[in-house]
Structure formats: C-alpha cells, structure tokens
Nanobody
C-alpha cells in the first residue's frame, strides 16, 4: 500500500516562506507523479502543483505561480513544495498525492496532510 507522509507545515507571517516535504513509505517515488493539493475550511480541495515522475513536467495553479516551486529528489524519495511570499489566503491543509508517471486528475494515494497557517 502506498503511504505518503507530509511535513513542514506551520505558522508563518505574511510574506514568509515554508518548505513542505512529501516522503514515501514502503515504495519508491520515482515511478509516480506527485501533486500537492490544499483545502481551506469551507472551500473545495484544489490542486496547487504537480510534478511528473521524471521531473520533466510541472504545473501550478494560477494563484501560486511565481511563488511556489515543486521539486523532487528521487534519491531521498521525497518531493518538496517551496512556498515563498506566503499570503493569508494560502492558509489550508496541504496534502500530497501520487499517481503513476503523469500528472492527471485521478490520484489514488494520499497523505494525511500538514497544516499551513499564514497570519500575523
């Protein structure tokens, strides 16, 4: 069973930065595309970013373009989401999810989430 574990969330002031990590347990990530999603209270879950298994393709939600960067280190079996210039509207629970090879919409494996709170 694919298990993903997110870490790196926390409380940060507006304009600050965080780096989220998504680590795989029991399997290697290099076959899988990984996406980051977020869900704020009372809002629908939205995809923030995705990276293909090779790392050759990435995509971002318009709301985070230029501020967030997704990357992967297959040797460490980890995918990262570097978040800069954080805004209060970035506050949400962030989840990572996996699917084979390519970024699409049908992600089958999910982590438990990590809370990101942007507030002064």
């Amino acid at each position: 069973q694919l298990q993903l574990v997110e870490s790196g969330g926390g409380l940060v002031q507006p304009g600050g930065s965080l780096r989220l990590s998504c680590a795989a347990s029991g399997f290697t990530l290099d076959y899988y595309a990984i996406a980051w999603f977020r869900q704020a209270p009372g809002k629908e879950r939205e995809e923030v970013s995705c990276i293909s298994s090779s790392g050759g393709f990435t995509r971002y939600a318009d709301s985070v373009k230029g501020r967030f960067t997704i990357s992967r280190d297959n040797a460490k079996n980890t995918v990262y989401l570097q978040m800069l210039s954080l805004r209060p509207e970035d506050t949400a629970v962030y989840y990572c999810a996996a699917r084979p090879r390519y970024c699409s919409s049908d992600f089958a494996a999910w982590g438990q989430g990590t809370q990101v709170t942007v507030s002064s």
